[in-house]
C-alpha cells in the first residue's frame, strides 16, 4: 500500500494469479458472470471463470513497469539514494 518494493513484490502475486487461474479457475471457462438460477431474491451467479485472474496480472504488470508512483516510498528512497550518489 505505501509502494515499498513493488516491482520486486508483483513478481511472487503474479505467480500467485497463474496458479490460481490454471488450478482453480481454468475449469469454469473465461466469464465471471455465469448466471445459474433466478430467484425471486435476485440471479444466482456461478463460480467466477479466469478473466479476472487475467485482469489481476495486467494490473500488477503496470505496477512493475511503471512503477508505484511519484508518492511511494519506492519513490522516496529512489531520491535519497541519488542524493546521496551526487554527493
Known amino acids: 500500500m505505501a509502494g515499498l518494493f513493488t516491482s520486486v513484490m508483483a513478481l511472487p502475486l503474479i505467480a500467485t494469479m497463474l496458479v490460481a487461474m490454471f ?11 455465469k448466471t445459474i438460477g433466478l430467484t425471486p431474491q435476485g440471479p444466482i451467479f456461478g463460480p467466477p471463470g479466469y478473466e479476472i485472474n487475467l485482469v489481476y496480472i495486467a494490473g500488477l504488470l503496470a505496477l512493475m513497469l511503471l512503477g508505484a508512483g511519484r508518492y511511494s516510498l519506492d519513490a522516496l528512497l529512489s531520491e535519497r539514494l541519488t542524493i546521496k550518489r551526487r554527493q
Do not use: L, M, P
Not at 23 to 33: C, D, K, L, P
Open 23 to 33: 488450478t482453480i479457475h481454468i475449469h469454469y471457462g473465461f466469464s465471471a458472470v
